[in-house]
C-alpha cells in the first residue's frame, strides 16, 4: 500500500498550499498587493503535479483497480474522477481572474472570493479521498492489486512519478515558499533555486558514537548512545521533548561534555577535540532556536559560518546560499535580527553550509514555522541529500523526519530503543502511537 503513503503525502503538501491561498486571501481583502509571481508559482504546482501527475496515477491505477473490485465505489469515484477532469479549466479561470485584478479590473475582494471556493473545493476532494476512497482501497484490493499500483507510484524511471520529476516538484514548491508573503512564506522577490547535484555515495561509516554518556549536574541525559551514520546518509533521530534529542547534538558538536564513550568520526577519533576542531574536521551545525547573531548582517553571520573555510571559497560558497535563498541576498546588509522565524531558519541553514560540511546536524529546523515552511524546510534537506551530504537530522516532527530519512533512531529518556529504516520506524505500531499521533 505505498501508493496511499505517495498519495497522503501529497494530500499533505496540497492542503498546506490551500491552507497558504486562504491566508493570502485575507491579507489582500485587507489591502495587500496581489502578487502574479506568488498565484502563478501555486497555479504552476498545481497544474503541472497534481493534475498532470497525482490524478492522473489515481485515475489509471487506483481506480480502475477499485471499480473491478466494488461496484458500490462507483458513486465516490466519479464524483473524485469529475473534479479531476474539472480541475485544469477551473484553474485556467482563476489565472484569468488573477491577470484581471493585477491589471485592475476586477476587485481584490471578488478574486479572493474566487480563490477561497476552490481551496474549499481542493479540500473537500482531498477528504473524500482520505475518508471514503481510501479505506475502501485498503479493503478491497488484493494484494496482486497493491503490487500493481504500488509498481506504478514508485517507479523511479517514470515520466511522471520519477526521480526527476520529483525533484521538478521540489523547485515548484521551491518557488511557492519563497514568493509567498513574510507572513506565511519567505517573501523574496525572485524565486532562487534548489542546488542540483550527483546522486548520493553511500558506503563507508562516516560516524560511529559508542557508549555516549553526558550529564547535567548529577542528572545523567545520556545513558549509553550507540549509534552510526554512513557517508551520504540521511540519519533522523526522533523523540519527545526532553529525551535528550539536543543533548546528543550538543555532546556530538563538543558543546555539552561527554562523561563516557567515543565518538569517531571519518577514521579519527574526536572524543577528546574541543568543538571549534571538530567543526574543522567538518561537523556544522544549524542550532535549535535558529541562534543566528541578530545585530550583525546576514551577510556577516554567513562570513562566521565560513570563519574555518579558505577566504577563496566564501564569496563563492556565499552565492550557493543566495541562489538557494534569494530572500538572504535581498536583505543580506540587514541585521539577522530583523528577519521572520522563515528567513532566520534559511539563515541557519546557510551558515552551517557555508562551514562545508562533511556531516550536516540539524536541530529541530521545522520548529515554530508556518506549514508551508515546514514542507519547504524538508524539501531543502531533500535537495542537499540529493547531492550525497551526509545528513543527521533531530526532529520532534517525528513522520516528516522519517519519511525522508534512510534510516532513524527512536529516543526515550536517553536510551535508543529503536532503529531501523525511516519506513520501517514508520509503519512499527510503537513509534506510530507514540509520535505519529496513528
Known sequence: MEALRVISEDHRNLWRIAATIDLVADEMEAGAKVDPAFFNSVFDYIE?????????????????????RSPEAAAVLDRLQA???????????????????AGGTLGN???AAAL???????????GTEEKDAMPLARELLSADDWANIDRAFLDSEDPLFGEKAKAEFRELYHRI????????????QSAGELQRGAAPVGGDVLLSVSGMESCYGRIKALKGIDLEVRRGE???????????????????????????????FDGEDISKLRSDMRVRRGICQSPEGRQVFGPLSIEDNLRLGAYTQPRANVEEDMEKVFSMFPILKEKRRLPAG?????????????RALMGRPKMLLLDEPSMGLAPLLVEEVFNVVKSLKAQGMTIFLVEQNAFA??????????????????????????????????????
Open 48 to 68: 503541472q503535479f497534481m493534475d498532470g501527475c497525482h490524478h492522473a496515477k489515481e485515475d489509471d491505477y487506483l481506480f480502475p483497480a477499485l471499480r473491478a
Open 83 to 101: 473534479e479531476h477532469r474539472n480541475g485544469p479549466e477551473i484553474l485556467k479561470s482563476l489565472r484569468v481572474k488573477l491577470a484581471a485584478t
Open 109 to 111: 475582494a471578488e478574486f
Open 116 to 126: 477561497r471556493i476552490y481551496t474549499q473545493s481542493l479540500k473537500s476532494h482531498i
Open 177 to 188: 515558499a519563497s514568493l509567498a508573503p513574510e507572513s506565511v512564506g519567505l517573501g523574496a
Open 234 to 264: 540521511t540519519v533522523a533521530l526522533v523523540g519527545a521533548n526532553g529525551a535528550g534529542k539536543t543533548t546528543f547534538l550538543r555532546t556530538l558538536s563538543g558543546v555539552q561534555p561527554m562523561s563516557a564513550g567515543y565518538i569517531r
Open 338 to 350: 530583523t528577519l521572520s522565524g522563515g528567513q532566520q531558519q534559511m539563515l541557519a541553514i546557510g
Open 401 to 438: 523526519a522519517l519519511a525522508i530519512a534512510d534510516r532513524g533512531y527512536v529516543l526515550e529518556t536517553g536510551h535508543i530503543t529503536l532503529t531501523g529504516t525511516g519506513q520501517e520506524l514508520i509503519s512499527n505500531e510503537q513509534v506510530r502511537a507514540a509520535y505519529l499521533g496513528m
